[in-house]
């Protein structure tokens, strides 16, 4: 039976686009996953998921702790290219279980050819991954999930929110570009974007 837009939800989404990357991604490039020992959520991980810095956005667990991997994707990815790239590396943990691999040369290896860039432990999809990512999104439909905005709002002294992009613009003051947004705005609009196209993140107060 076909599975509609409205009988879909985070967790199904999540592992069918698992089975899609596998098909389309992984066995193609020689790294074909075991998906029946892997179990994918959308949920916090369990540190560095609230961090202003080094914010850690998915986590795969060892399956020696109940027999699988399970992945955990942060809830404040929404759109596909972002979600679809860190549940990518994800899945190459997954694929290096129990190998205490980590992201040296045994992960690096299967990164490169799946299409991830950049630092291995913060990697990014390069265009290649992002456009197959679209694809996909064809034929499954939107990631039936909303960006969940965490905000420490027992520290927060005022209602205008201090947001912040996370790149670094040298030509400003502190090289950073800021914004102010309420947070009833935030939660109905959500996060707005950087003149540079990167999405504003609000700075947690410690």
């Known amino acids: 039976m076909e599975t509609t837009q409205e009988q879909m939800n985070r967790e199904k ?3 069918l686009l698992a089975v899609e990357l596998n098909n389309r991604l992984f066995k193609q490039a020689g790294f074909e996953l075991n998906l029946a020992k892997v179990k994918i959520s959308c ?4 540190r560095g998921a609230t961090a ?11 399956s020696s702790l ?11 990815l929404e759109e596909i290219t972002k979600m679809g790239g860190v549940l990518v590396h994800e899945l190459i943990h997954a694929k290096l279980d129990g190998q205490n691999a ?7 290896d299967i990164a ?7 630092k291995m432990t913060a990697t990014n999809p390069n265009e290649e991954l992002k456009k197959l990512l679209l694809e996909i ?6 990631y039936p999930h909303k960006e969940l905005i965490y905000i420490n709002q027992k520290k927060q002294g005022t209602r205008m929110l201090k947001l912040i992009c996370p790149e670094l613009h040298p030509d400003l003051k502190k090289g950073q570009y800021i914004l102010r947004g309420s947070l009833t705005t935030i939660q109905d609009l959500g996060l707005p974007s950087c003149a540079c196209g990167q999405k ?3 700075e947690q107060l410690t």
Do not use: A
């Not at 980590?102 to 690096?108: A, L, Q, S, T």
């Not at 490169?112 to 950049?118: A, I, W, Y």
């Not at 999104?137 to 939107?142: I, T, Y």
């Open 52 to 62: 202003t810095k080094n914010k850690t956005i998915g986590q795969c667990w060892d």
């Open 102 to 108: 980590g992201h040296k040369k045994p992960f690096r």
């Open 112 to 118: 490169v050819k799946v299409g991830l860039t950049g």
């Open 137 to 142: 999104e064809k034929d499954l439909g939107k």
């Open 13 to 15: 989404y999540l592992n």
């Open 43 to 46: 949920g916090f991980p369990s």
């Open 200 to 202: 504003m993140e609000v």
């Open 66 to 76: 109940n027999g699988f991997n399970e992945i955990f994707i942060h809830p404040e």
